[in-house]
């Protein structure tokens, strides 16, 4: 969250012009990106293709995850119109009994109208009792037909709800069907270029030249993307990133096997944050209240976010398996903002996460508590 400060000009920014700056900067930093994609060290064929095929993972699970959520919906509501069928049934059944009482009594009575029976009292009392009876009756009789009439058209309007929701879901596990196949389909592309990766990497002897390369272009993209949230509004009223260190959660739950200063590889690179083996598919959830300012993929680290939390904070996660939020979105605190994956070239799943203090690189583990047990 964000320190509590006097309200500014730029803090009572109009929200349209707040969000037209957003869009101005996702698009500079886009191209910026791109630039440094030309720029900074040449991808190989297999990167651009892990690249478009990793946005192809992410969104065919986006799709999956939205039509599992559509036919959930669509069961609960069959389970429902199915509860209302049964108890429109014993209604029927109930003013079907009703009905046939009334029609035995009508027979006992027999067929005499009102003014021979009339006619036979001499007493007056008793001829008022007769009518009110006569009229009580007939009134009862009617509304009980009227009642089931109602409950006859209910129970065909229900039925036909039923069949129309029946089809939905015929639709849906057919669609659900063919983004799966698409999906192991894709899945199975990735792994052949992972492998052609690898080969290609280890036989030209590069992997620590390309370790510095991908460093050293995400530190480009944090000093742009550190230089353009500078300039936009912030919450006047929250509390600040700074005052909770040591009390914010890790956004996974794992085993950390890289530390931050740890050495990498074989060279003098050091890790700059931590890696978090966790299983694949698992939630990753946001640090503390922020903004997202970049959600994307990017050489070396796959499907990344990263989260401005105001005053020079934030928080970045890599290697996701789908990215759930957008650049310019608010999160908060313990809200799912992505899979755990293992994007970017990682042989195994996890989550490299980092804490930005003013651009520079801070021990998460300062920061941040290990969650106790995984996600449900």
């Not at 190989?44 to 293709?49: A, F, V, Y």
């Not at 095929?53 to 509501?77: F, V, Y």
């Not at 912030?234 to 700074?242: D, G, K, R, S, Y």
Request: charged share 25%; hydrophobic share 35%; with cysteine.
């Amino acid at each position: 969250m964000f320190t509590m400060v006097p309200a500014t000009a730029d803090q009572k920014m109009d929200p349209a012009e707040l969000e037209k700056k957003l869009q101005e900067l996702e698009s500079e930093i886009s191209k910026f990106k791109d630039m440094l994609d030309r720029t900074h060290g040449e991808k190989s064929n297999l990167e651009s293709n892990l690249e478009s095929n990793e946005k192809s993972i992410n969104e065919l699970l986006k799709k999956i995850q939205t039509i599992e959520s559509d036919l959930s919906r669509g069961e609960d509501k069959i389970g429902r119109l199915l509860d209302k069928q049964k108890e429109l049934q014993r209604a029927k059944s109930e003013q079907q009994q009703y009905i046939a009482n009334q029609i035995r009594a009508a027979y006992k009575i027999g067929d005499q109208e009102y003014l021979k029976i009339l006619l036979n009292q001499e007493d007056p009392n008793q001829i008022s009792r007769m009518l009110t009876y006569y009229d009580y009756f007939n009134r009862a009789r009617a509304e009980q037909i009227e009642a089931y009439s109602k409950t006859i058209m209910q129970l065909q309007n229900v039925a036909g709800l039923i069949d129309e929701e029946n089809q939905i879901l015929v639709k849906n596990r057919s669609r659900l069907q063919r983004q799966r196949s698409g999906l192991l389909s894709v899945q199975k592309e990735k792994r052949k270029i992972l492998i052609a990766l690898t080969k290609e990497i280890s036989t030209t002897g590069k992997e620590i030249e390309k370790l510095v390369a991908d460093r050293q272009q995400l530190e480009l993209l944090i000093q742009r993307i550190q230089d353009g949230v500078a300039n936009l509004s912030t919450p006047a009223v929250a509390v600040p990133f700074e005052s909770l260190k040591g009390q914010l959660l890790l956004p996974v739950a794992g085993k950390i096997t890289h530390r931050f200063g740890n050495r990498r590889n074989a060279g003098k690179l050091r890790w700059t944050g931590v890696f978090i083996n966790a299983p694949e598919g698992d939630p990753v959830y946001a640090v503390h209240y922020g903004r997202v300012v970049f959600s994307d993929w990017l050489r070396g680290f796959g499907l990344i976010m990263i989260i401005s939390h105001g005053e020079g904070y934030m928080s970045l996660y890599g290697h996701n398996q789908v990215l759930y939020r957008v650049t310019g979105d608010w999160v908060t605190a313990g809200e799912t903002i992505a899979t755990v994956g293992n994007s970017g070239g990682q042989k195994n799943p996890g989550l490299y996460f980092e804490i930005r203090v003013a651009g520079k690189t801070a021990d998460p583990q300062s920061w941040c508590m290990a969650r106790s047990k995984r996600a449900a």
